[in-house]
């Protein structure tokens, strides 16, 4: 039988998780498109410095999909955040690398990203959404405008308390062909989990790329965050994240994967209320899509290094737990 085809969009953290269970599956026909719009921490050196596109999220996707026989020593240097040194500190070994590949094959980090796949067996397609230079800008409910990815990411204390009502790229950005290819091809299409409107989203706003997901056979699985996160999501439910989706898709995903465990590691939630974050309600009922509830937290807590400056999720989904879960709904349904 034919491989199933599946597209992962997004970027960060949450795509990480997810691919690093799916790429277990030998059954699987796996790509990753991922967003090309981060300008905080690393990033912003790789973009003022070297004059070259984020690097972090392929970087998380490469490591995510590194084959089985491939060195564990090659995953854990690309993964390596180097403290010390001046201009490099906070900098991972995987992004240095890339950027001087892409040197070395005389600026076409799409060469460079590739070859970076082949050092590490990847398995499956690793897609940039675009290769345009572009940067992402919110508009909230209040009027204000903000540009950068980062500073979305991380909004102030009162910026955060208002709804972002549309989010942009600037200037107007291509899509990368391999990208359109993947989606038309897809048996499923899964968006998320991540920061919704800073990993997610905004490969949706490139241009084209919406349309073709409305127009894709492909089914469409959303797979809802764990917590709702403060200057993006603030008092979501889950309906507040389907209705979203819609708006910027033009689809309503078919399915929605939802966590329902209510144990988690002690005194986490507290910390996360601390941040005023807080679970995501399931509101789904009687919605018209298929909710799908499992137990997909992971029992393990987040440790950043020192030298890591972004703020980062402390719980997260468990990679094993959401690939089972995808592809049982690939098993019984698609």
Same mark, same amino acid.
């Not at 204390?157 to 308390?161: A, R």
């Not at 987040?302 to 400056?309: G, V």
């Given at each position: 039988m034919r491989r199933k085809r599946v597209v992962v969009i997004g970027g960060g953290t949450g795509t990480y998780t997810i691919l690093t269970g799916l790429k277990d599956y030998s059954n699987l026909d796996l790509s990753v498109i991922v967003s090309m719009m981060d300008d905080g921490g690393s990033n912003r050196v790789i973009r003022d410095e070297f004059g070259l596109l984020p690097t972090s999220d392929i970087r998380q996707c490469?490591? $995510?999909?590194? &084959?089985?026989? *491939?060195?564990?020593?090659?995953?854990?240097?690309?993964?390596?955040? @180097?403290?010390?040194?001046?201009?490099?500190?906070?900098?991972?070994?995987? #992004?240095?690398?890339? $950027?001087?590949?892409?040197?070395?094959?005389?600026?076409?980090?799409?060469?460079?990203i590739e070859e970076t796949c082949e050092v590490l067996g990847v398995k499956g397609r690793v897609i940039p959404i675009t290769f345009d230079k572009v940067h992402l800008m919110a508009t909230y409910a209040n009027g204000k405008q903000v540009l950068g990815e980062h500073d979305i990411d991380e909004p102030t204390?009162?910026?955060?308390?208002y709804r972002i009502t549309s989010l942009s790229v600037i200037p107007d950005a291509k899509v990368n062909p391999d990208a359109t290819t993947a989606i038309k091809s897809a048996d499923l299409i899964i968006l998320g989990p991540g920061d919704f409107y800073t990993s997610v989203i905004p490969n949706i706003v490139i241009n084209n790329v919406a349309g073709e997901i409305t127009k894709a056979k492909g089914k469409l699985l959303f797979v809802m965050n764990l917590m709702t996160k403060f200057g993006q999501t603030t008092?979501?439910?889950?309906?507040? /994240?389907?209705?979203?989706?819609?708006?910027?898709? &033009?689809?309503? !995903?078919? @399915?929605?994967?939802?966590?329902? $465990?209510?144990? /988690? !590691?002690?005194?986490?939630?507290?910390? @996360?209320? $601390?941040?005023?974050?807080?679970?995501?309600? #399931?509101?789904? #009922?009687?919605? &018209?899509?298929?909710?799908?509830?499992?137990?997909?937290? *992971?029992?393990?807590v @987040?440790?950043? !290094?020192?030298?890591?400056?972004i703020i980062r999720s402390l719980i997260r989904h468990d990679s094993n737990k959401l690939a089972k879960a995808v592809v049982d709904l690939l098993t019984s349904s698609i």
């Open positions: 490469i490591v $995510a999909l590194a &084959g089985g026989d *491939s060195d564990e020593t090659l995953r854990k240097l690309f993964t390596y955040r @180097y403290e010390q040194g001046v201009g490099i500190s906070g900098m991972t070994f995987g #992004n240095l690398f890339m $950027a001087a590949l892409t040197d070395i094959y005389n600026g076409d980090q799409k060469k460079a204390l009162e910026q955060g308390k008092g979501f439910k889950a309906s507040d /994240f389907i209705s979203e989706v819609k708006k910027y898709v &033009g689809r309503t !995903p078919d @399915y929605c994967l939802i966590n329902n $465990a209510d144990k /988690f !590691p002690k005194g986490i939630l507290k910390k @996360y209320k $601390a941040e005023q974050a807080e679970l995501v309600e #399931n509101d789904l #009922n009687g919605s &018209g899509i298929k909710v799908i509830k499992r137990n997909l937290v *992971s029992s393990k @987040y440790i950043k !290094p020192k030298s890591d400056k």
